[in-house]
Antibody, heavy 120, light 113 residues
Framework: EVHLLESGGGLVQPGGSLRLSCAAS????????MNWVRQAPGKGLEWVSG???????YYADSVKARFTISRDNSKKTLYLQMNSLRAEDTAVYYC??????????????WGQGTLVTVSS | DIVMTQSPDSLAVSLGERATINCKSS????????????LAWYQEKPGQPPKLLIY???TRYSGVPDRFSGSGSGTDFTLTISSLQAEDVAVYYC?????????FGQGTKLEIK
């Protein structure tokens, strides 16, 4: 059974940094694209970043140059390093598994999410 | 970037009736390499992560009831629930995965009339 467990969320001041982790199990992690999708309070889903099975990464314009996605296939873990955080980055961040190796794929499994709050 | 626009923003349908949600992309999401549309539909219920319903615009995901169906091609897509059940109350999102920068529609809230 596929499991995705996010961690690392919390309260951070504007301009601060946070690193999210997502521990994956139940599938061949290295064979699938992985994504981070966020949802601000009371708002819709926003795709943040994705990485294909080979490690090539992609970012939404709203986070480009501030966020870095990475994966450690040996640890079956996905990461999101978030720098220069802003109030508008406040959201639940979901780790999400793609259905294929490329990022151009739908998402078949989601974690339960971790809340990031950016506030002074 | 591809912008996804759903309509309506909210919808109230009687139990047993048909519900229809539309999704329009700012450019075609038809993948010429396999002649499939890179378009998915998700269902989100309060306090839960989204669930995949439909991919390739019309392929039902494993375990999804057959009252859910997807249609459309190019830039215009539709999610149809043929006979609304109480458990279908949720927010529904479309997503394009044609671009390496994926994007979601703003969501459609479905309620019981």
């Amino acid at each position: 059974e596929v499991h995705l467990l996010e961690s690392g969320g919390g309260l951070v001041q504007p301009g601060g940094s946070l690193r999210l982790s997502c521990a994956a199990s139940g599938f061949s992690f290295h064979s699938y694209a992985m994504n981070w999708v966020r949802q601000a309070p009371g708002k819709g889903l926003e795709w943040v970043s994705g990485v294909n099975g080979g490690g090539t990464s992609y970012y939404a314009d709203s986070v480009k140059a501030r966020f870095t996605i990475s994966r450690d296939n040996s640890k079956k873990t996905l990461y999101l390093q978030m720098n220069s955080l802003r109030a508008e980055d406040t959201a639940v961040y979901y780790c999400a598994k793609g259905r294929g190796w490329l990022v151009e794929t739908s998402i078949d499994y989601w974690g339960q999410g971790t809340l990031v709050t950016v506030s002074s | 970037d591809i912008v996804m626009t759903q309509s309506p923003d909210s919808l109230a349908v009687s139990l047993g009736e048909r519900a229809t949600i539309n999704c329009k992309s700012s450019q075609s999401v038809l993948n010429s390499s396999n002649n499939k549309n890179n378009l998915a539909w998700y269902q989100e219920k309060p306090g839960q992560p989204p669930k995949l319903l439909i991919y390739w615009a019309s392929t039902r995901y494993s375990g999804v009831p057959d009252r859910f169906s997807g249609s459309g091609s190019g830039t215009d897509f539709t999610l149809t629930i043929s006979s609304l059940q109480a458990e279908d109350v949720a927010v529904y999102y479309c997503q394009q995965y044609y671009s390496t920068l994926s994007s979601f529609g703003q969501g459609t809230k479905l309620e019981i009339k």
